[in-house]
């Protein structure tokens, strides 16, 4: 996959590769199969944060917070309980069209999804940024991996994340494992 290159060759992966997930178990959990680039991107990284501001989540993390099964439950009734008073972004408005999460942005509350379309292969998924603390939403026409990738180079349409060029000003890229930014105890 020449995104997910891009992005080691920018942002080195931990030396020591994560431990494998059980995607056939994550998959029927989450009641629907996953990107294939998402699934190469955690097979890579596993859980971590993109240079101090993105947050990988990867199925049976050991850390709730990274963990895609209780951030994909836990979002879902968030939303749910948002909508009900809150309109949903222009792309959940087709009938059954839903969003899973599969990042977050540090310290802000905001977390990218994607949006799965009926009949739509999950390759073909494109990311929703949502603020998490307000109603706007961000269409990304772009998987998982390219959009982390135009997050990190700057290249992304995106009125978000401009702490990442205005404050922390990456002259390398870097990748810290949840176990190196949490401690190994977990949860």
């Known amino acids: 996959m020449i995104i997910l290159d891009a992005l080691i060759r920018l942002c080195p992966p931990p030396a020591e590769p994560p431990p494998s997930a ?31 501001t993105i947050w990988l989540l990867v199925p049976d993390s050991a850390y709730s917070d990274c963990d895609l099964h209780a951030q994909a439950r836990e979002r879902d009734e968030i939303l749910a309980s948002l909508w009900e008073f809150e309109a949903k972004p222009a792309g959940l408005l087709e009938a059954g069209a839903r969003v899973l999460p599969w990042a ?38 772009m998987g998982c991996v390219a959009f982390l990738l135009a997050v990190l180079t700057g290249t992304a349409e995106t009125e978000y994340f401009g702490n990442l060029y205005e404050v922390l000003k990456p002259t390398e890229h870097r990748f810290e494992s949840a176990d190196l930014a949490l401690g190994t105890s977990g949860q």
């Open 22 to 52: 059980d995607w056939a178990q994550a998959e029927h959990a989450l009641g629907v199969a996953l990107p294939a680039d998402y699934k190469q991107l955690v097979e890579t990284y596993g859980d971590g944060i993109f240079d101090d």
């Open 104 to 141: 977050f942005e540090e310290g802000t509350g905001a977390f990218l999804y994607w949006l799965a379309r009926p009949g739509q292969h999950p390759d073909e998924w494109t990311v929703l940024y949502n603020e998490g603390r307000g109603p706007l939403w961000e269409h990304h026409d």
